[in-house]
């Protein structure tokens, strides 16, 4: 399986720090070594059980650079671009696995899958640096896009905590209909919505609207008016006693009682909401990839 790493670190002690990090989809959590906040990764860590010891230096760099993962298909049409993306840093309190290795492991899936497929559209995969920083990342992205490049983009996915313990299923609400004055995507936004219900619906699943707070990645997309969606079972909130009638889980807890805290490991994944939508994820990437027209024009 894919072994997923988050750059990010959990403290313990000031000098040797040992962060548990893990794989997705039956991976073995593994403990790793690292030098700075980069992980180095030894190919015998993808091997079932293995364990070794990961070491973080203290020094935080507050000048250091981070970087954007940024993966194309080589089919499709280039001035037809469906974007979809996940951001791969975690903040430093822990090791960020439901936030946002699960994001990271579904838009991964998905990339590795596309990449046989000659499809109509050219699509187009980012893995954001500096989330946690204030949407740093994805900001420089859309913000140093050459208006001409900007306007191929024709919508984006954002997929941040897609596996919480607690979970609910949640469908950005593109058109706001679900929860009246919160800000709307921008035009076409309400197709990404309505594909991602008719997937919940084929499975028989519940889901529910959420609301563009503007607090992930798809803000400075919706900002330029590219349509966008996405997914997300739920951060710090608390789930209520519809939402466990219609979801399960428990009311009067957190959705992630692991938000942004070192218990946010292999163990704060619910892998049944992984998988749903990883298939989420998977399916809205081929509908668009194959379709005439999108929400983007
Ligand atoms: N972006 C937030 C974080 O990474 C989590 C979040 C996602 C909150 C989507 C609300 C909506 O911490
Ligand atoms: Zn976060
Ligand atoms: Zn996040
Ligand atoms: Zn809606």
């Known amino acids: 399986g894919v072994i997923l790493f988050n750059e990010g670190q959990a403290g313990e002690g000031p000098d040797d720090r040992r962060v548990l990090l893990n794989g997705t989809l039956g991976a073995p959590t593994v403990d790793i070594p690292v030098v700075g906040t980069t992980f180095a990764v030894g190919e015998e860590l993808a091997a079932a059980g293995t364990t070794a010891t990961l070491t973080t230096k203290t020094e935080s760099d507050p000048h250091r650079r981070t970087r954007n993962v940024l993966a194309e298909s080589r089919w499709g049409d280039p001035e037809r671009v469906v974007m979809l993306g996940a951001h791969l840093d975690s903040v430093t309190d822990g090791p960020g696995i439901n936030d946002n290795g699960s994001g990271t492991a579904g838009v991964l ?16 995969f980012a893995f954001w640096g500096a989330e946690e920083l204030g949407l740093l990342g994805s900001q420089h992205y859309v913000s140093t896009l050459p208006a001409a490049e900007r306007a191929k983009i024709k919508l984006y996915l954002n997929f941040d905590m897609i596996a919480s313990p607690n979970h609910i299923f949640g469908i950005y609400d593109g058109d706001d209909s679900d929860r009246v004055g919160a800000p709307a995507g921008p035009p076409g936004s309400d197709r990404i919505e309505k594909l991602f219900e008719s997937y919940f619906t084929a499975l028989d699943l519940p889901y529910k609207g959420t609301d563009f707070t503007g607090r992930s990645d798809y803000g400075p997309f919706i900002q330029a ?3 966008a969606g996405g997914l997300f079972t739920g951060a710090e909130g608390i789930k209520t006693e519809e939402e466990a009638a219609a979801f399960g889980g428990e009311a009067g807890v957190a959705y992630d009682k692991c938000y942004h805290q070192r218990c946010d490991t292999i163990a704060n994944v619910n892998d049944r909401a992984l998988g749903v939508n990883t298939g989420a994820i998977a399916t809205a990437a081929f509908v668009y990839a194959y379709a005439r027209t999108l929400p983007g024009g």
């Open 225 to 227: 008016g590219i349509p």
């Open 109 to 124: 899936e998905t990339a590795l899958g596309a990449s046989v497929l000659p499809t109509r559209n050219r699509l187009r």
